[in-house]
């Protein structure tokens, strides 16, 4: 299948500062990607859809102004986590849709655990 | 809104038995995929199969097949010949030709040696 990359795959920070997760599309050009939240034992939870060269769609309850996302290209899409806090502290996974597969199927980074302190 | 459940929080198996895992879905979409992933301790989703609902036939990926009712509304992933890298955690997830993927709660499959 395709191959989706995330970067840093984890981080620790200091409560107040910013941090920024990078999701690459590797062999595949997608107009969307997904950011996702995962707590320990559950599900994923979707933040929010990033479509490229357009703002992103939030779902309901998660700060726009607190999670920022840039899909600037084809193959990238950002998640800036903005003077993050504890309660922040959790698996981001990205995903991106490849629109070649039946079905348009997501393929998923390896996710990236924050860590702040 | 579209809902999947997973109606089975654990399940274990015996290494080379057979194992099936529940699902159900709530949709009034006529035109939809379903997925299942697994997520094994390293966290990483893993397409594991996927079902067009357009299609009569059960998608089968070499030991993994599934069982699907449209009009049930059930979608069960069974693993043959299981093995020990089977074991993970199971996510069955919906998604419609308009809206982003729904994920069930997950099942954590064990596989006993």
């Known amino acids: 299948g395709a191959v989706v990359s995330q970067h840093p795959s984890r981080v620790i920070c200091k409560s107040g500062t910013s941090v920024k997760i990078e999701c690459r599309s590797l062999?595949?050009?997608?107009?969307?990607m997904f950011w996702y939240r995962q707590f320990p034992k559950q599900s994923l939870m979707l933040m929010a859809t990033?479509?490229?060269?357009?703002?992103?769609?939030?779902e309901q309850g998660v700060e726009k102004d607190k999670f920022l996302i840039n899909h600037a290209s084809l193959t990238l899409s950002t998640l800036t986590v903005t003077s993050a806090h504890p309660e922040d502290s959790s698996f981001y996974i990205c995903s991106a849709r490849d629109r070649r597969t039946a079905g348009e199927t997501q393929y998923f980074g390896p996710g990236t655990r924050l860590l702040v302190l | 809104a579209q809902t999947v459940t997973q109606s089975q929080p654990e399940m274990s198996v015996q290494e080379a038995e057979t194992v099936t895992l529940s699902c159900t879905y709530d949709?009034?979409?006529?035109?939809?995929?379903l997925f299942w992933y697994k997520q094994p301790p390293s966290r990483q989703m893993i397409l594991v199969i996927r079902q067009e609902a357009y299609k009569q036939q059960n998608a089968t990926e070499n030991r993994f097949s599934v069982n699907f009712q449209k009009a049930a509304k059930s979608f069960s992933l069974k693993i043959s010949d299981s093995q020990l890298g089977d074991a993970a955690m199971y996510f069955c997830?919906?998604?419609?030709?308009?809206?982003?993927?729904?994920f069930g709660a997950g099942t954590r499959l064990t596989v006993k040696p």
């Open positions: 997830a919906y998604r419609s030709s308009l809206n982003d993927m729904r």
């Open positions: 990033s479509n490229e060269g357009s703002k992103a769609t939030y």
């Open positions: 062999d595949f050009q997608a107009t969307t």
């Open positions: 949709t009034s979409e006529s035109d939809y995929y």
